[in-house]
């Protein structure tokens, strides 16, 4: 544990590996604690309602910003995305660390409303990996696909706004670095 547990964003272009790397970290150790998102997104195979997003309709979505329930939110390839506050504050408050796998809109709203929030880019090792990866995921049509590479191209060129770069080489490095950051190991 860190001294003072905060909140850590880990940003990144779809397909870069953020999820992969998450998950590898959690593996290891399953008391990190990772935000789950409401999104209008429709579920990928396996995917699971309240374990991987909270998956809602437009109008429950519309409710979630309306009560003021989300810390931020966006629009990304044309689905919304939100972090639900409540429980994220109820865990700064017992000074557990917090993590959150957003897309650079969302990480942007962190550092205005928490500037002392740490701000993670997760790059790729080049644009053809990424373009490698996110095709050979094979979990979106290719018109998705192309959506998804034009907003990549706007994250990367944000990636000096974050706190700290990541490339994502090695999954089990990168695995080990975030823990590092999250102040876990
Ligand atoms: P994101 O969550 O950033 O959209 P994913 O975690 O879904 O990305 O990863 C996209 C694809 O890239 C997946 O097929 C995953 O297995 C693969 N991948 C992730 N990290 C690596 C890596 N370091 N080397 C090779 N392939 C990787
Ligand atoms: P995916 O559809 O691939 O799961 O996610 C698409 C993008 O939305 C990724 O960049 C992911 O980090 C981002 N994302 C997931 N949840 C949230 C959220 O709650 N807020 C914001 N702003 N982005 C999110």
Redesign the pocket.
């Known amino acids: 544990m860190s001294e003072r547990p905060r909140l850590t964003v880990l940003s990144?272009?779809?397909?870069?590996?953020?999820?992969?790397?998450?998950?590898h970290m959690r593996q290891q150790h399953p008391e990190v604690w990772l935000s789950v998102s409401a999104t209008t997104r429709r579920p990928r195979p396996g995917e699971q309602d309240g374990v991987h997003y909270h998956f809602v309709d437009h109008d429950e979505f519309d409710k979630l910003v309306a009560n003021g329930e989300l810390l931020e939110s966006a629009v990304f390839a044309g689905n919304r995305y939100g972090t639900p506050r409540a429980a994220v504050e109820q865990r700064l408050e017992r000074g557990e660390p917090v993590l959150l796998?957003i897309d650079l809109q969302g990480a942007r709203q962190v550092r205005q409303s928490m500037p002392e929030a740490q701000l993670v880019f997760?790059a790729p090792p080049s644009w053809e990996?990424l373009v490698r990866?996110?095709t050979?995921?094979?979990?979106e049509p290719q018109e998705v696909i192309d959506e998804r590479l034009a907003a990549a191209r706007v994250e990367l060129a944000a990636e000096p706004e974050f706190d700290t770069t990541l490339v994502?080489?090695?999954?089990e490095q990168?695995a080990a670095e975030l823990l590092t950051l999250l102040g876990v190991v």
């Open positions: 990144g272009p779809s397909g870069v590996g953020k999820s992969t790397v998450v998950a796998e997760l990996e990866r996110l050979g995921r094979g979990t994502n080489t090695s999954v990168v």
